[in-house]
């Protein structure tokens, strides 16, 4: 399977010129999946709730999602792209699994970070693993990563590949996903944005660094802080489902759910 990561800097509320600059930095690209960042169409410091229902969308319904499937489909692949999403229940940090076919999954980022408890709700659905082209794919966004439950979840699910839509402010999360990766056995691929935001009193450095790790720890993919363009690496995801260790050792059978607090 061959998986793209594209790093690039959006401008705040310009949602066509980043879809159009989204769609020529993968014009010539050929993968299976493709990942963005979150909120990778209109930039992340919403100033007011009223400014974020200005550009928050249903899931498959507005001009993201559209963008979405018409790129899913000239590319015959799979994208993975953050959004806010508009919802009966109020407005969530989410993610869209978009596939070649049109047909599509929807992530609501569980864990919120800062400012977002201030306008979004709370993901109210359960991690998913997804089949696509004979991988199992877990979906992730941003500051889900500093809790390793979300990780063992969507290995306990079967999860091989975990695409992680972000726009990290914290210099550790990278560098985390290396732990993660190996505690787990599986495939992490990290999407970040670059750039500054300085909006509602806030500044905000993002700090790019995409990256992918293998169940073994490799570096698959990196980027500069500062780089905008999109890599392509490929992966056998049977390899996330060789979880011994040692010959007697099982990264998820030998776990001690009956000795743990969690």
Known sequence: MKIAILQYNPEFGEVEKNLKRVATLTEN?????????????????????????????????????????????????????????????????????????GKGHNYRKIHLFDREKTMFVPGDKPFEAIEFRGAKVGIMICFDWIFPESYRTLALKGADIVCHCTNLVLPFCQRASYAHAVSNRMFIVVSNRIGTEERAGTRLDFTGQSVAYSPMGEVLCEFAPDEECVRVF?????????????????????????????
């Open 29 to 101: 690209i050929e993968a299976d999946l493709f990942v963005l960042p979150e909120l990778f169409a209109t930039g992340y410091l919403f100033e007011t709730a009223d400014e974020l229902a200005h550009f928050a969308e249903p899931f498959k319904k507005g001009i993201t999602g559209s963008f979405i499937h018409e790129l899913a489909k000239k590319h015959n692949a799979a994208f993975i792209a953050g959004y806010p999403e508009l919802a009966p229940e109020g407005f969530f940090n989410s993610a869209m699994f978009i596939m070649p076919d």
């Open 234 to 262: 490929e992966i056998d995801p049977a390899q996330a489902r060789a979880k011994f260790v040692t010959q007697r050792n099982h990264v998820l059978e030998d776990r001690r759910p009956d000795l743990y607090e969690i």
